[in-house]
């Protein structure tokens, strides 16, 4: 029951407003500020990491069998609108977390170490 439990806990830290409800939570109930931010980043980013390597397991499993349908609706298209750059296709993970690119995925993983320090 209380791993079933974590895993909720753990699907819902991935939505900003439940994370920062539960930072305040956590300072209302006496704990450091400092502690409570390093906490709830440090959940979000187990949790943001455990989704994104799901979703890519997902897709290389995809991959392997070949199933391009399915493949197809993982991805998503990016038109380059400034004549700068080029139109392209992304590996999507807004299905799995609030984040679309695997760019966005590195920065928040990122942005997670940073406050913990």
């Keep these: 029951m209380f791993h079933y439990q974590m895993k909720i806990d753990m699907e819902k830290i991935l939505d900003s407003t439940f994370r920062e409800e ?3 939570i ?3 109930a ?3 500020k400092k502690d409570a931010r390093n906490l709830v980043a440090n959940r979000y980013k187990t949790a943001l990491k455990s989704s994104v390597v799901s979703h890519l397991k ?3 499993d995809l991959i392997e069998r070949e ?6 609706n993982l991805i998503s298209f990016s038109p380059s609108g400034d004549c ?3 139109d392209n296709n ?9 984040l679309q690119d695997i ?3 590195v920065d928040e993983i990122d942005r997670c170490n940073q406050i913990m320090k």
Excluded: W
């Excluded at 199933?67 to 197809?72: E, T």
């Design 22 to 24: 539960l930072r305040a």
């Design 58 to 60: 997902k897709v290389i």
């Design 103 to 105: 760019g966005d995925v």
């Design 30 to 32: 006496g704990v450091k």
């Design 90 to 98: 992304y590996l999507d993970f807004s299905s799995v977390c609030s």
């Design 84 to 86: 700068m750059g080029c």
């Design 67 to 72: 199933c391009i349908v399915d493949l197809r």
């Design 26 to 28: 956590l300072e209302e």
